[in-house]
């Protein structure tokens, strides 16, 4: 993994967020939702977006996803501007809903893979495989009322996953779940990576979790949401969680964002 960050270190980025302004247009008034942001991101890398409530977390997201344009700046992957949604940039959202109730954990993860026009027997083998990832073989023939929210979660990683996308884009997928559950989530969410060595667009409004995830994080500052720092934390995760070094960079960021300051990495 190590060589494949050095090898992509000095190429151009996967995506690359330019500068990009969004807004929403309502009856009576305009939000603005981001303010210029701009960042990028390589290959393999974990970034995670670190904001409050409201700074435009989600609005980025749809943006890099395509459901969103931005009025100003523009969305890059792989040199080409986003224009729309595409089996490139899969999304895995914090609603525990985001299943077909009617079909099966299996056929909700073969379901992207056959309306992309992937055969039937690939797409089971496919949606097995990605299942035996997240640990949820034995449910392949289970209806998504049956599973916890966590193994929900789980089956919309492995559907994600399934599709061999160029980025994972999840947006506070675990904060619905109890701190437990988290915590288990977390710890699969990065060996899977290790597994697999994916690339992860990561919201959350937790400063633990944004460390414990990233191995880069982008703090946004409070509505219109800005970028107010980028830090790299890559040497920080879960087995660091009690170290002093991770003390200080939380407490650093919660200064960040609760008071204001711009503080420069
Ligand atoms: N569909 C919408 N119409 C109008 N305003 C919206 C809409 N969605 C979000 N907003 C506003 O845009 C801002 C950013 O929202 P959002 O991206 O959901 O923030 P976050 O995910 O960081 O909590 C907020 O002020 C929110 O009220
Ligand atoms: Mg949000």
Known sequence: ?????????????????????????????????????????????????????????????????????????????????????????????????????????????????????????????????????VNLSKFADAYPHMLSGGMKQRVAIARAMAMKPDVLLMDEPYAALDALTRRKMQEELLQLWDDIGFTLVFVTHSIEEAVVIGSRIVVLSPHPGQVRAEINCAHLGLNERASPEFAELTGRISHMLFDGQNVAH
């Open 1 to 133: 993994m190590d060589q494949a960050l050095a090898k992509t270190a000095s190429s151009a980025p996967l995506l690359s967020v330019d500068g990009v302004t969004l807004q929403y247009k309502t009856p009576d008034h305009l939000v603005t939702a981001t303010y210029r942001v701009s960042f990028d991101i390589q290959r393999h890398e974990r970034l995670v977006l670190l904001g409050p409530s409201g700074c435009g977390k989600s609005t980025i997201l749809k943006a890099m996803a395509g459901f969103l344009h931005p009025v100003e700046g523009r969305i890059t992957l792989k040199d080409r501007v986003v224009e729309g949604p595409g089996p490139d940039r899969m999304m895995v959202f914090q609603e525990f809903d985001q299943l077909l109730p009617w079909k099966t954990v299996e056929q909700n993860v073969a379901y992207p893979m056959r309306v992309n026009g992937i055969g039937a027997q690939d797409a089971k083998e496919r949606a097995l495989d990605a299942l035996a990832k």
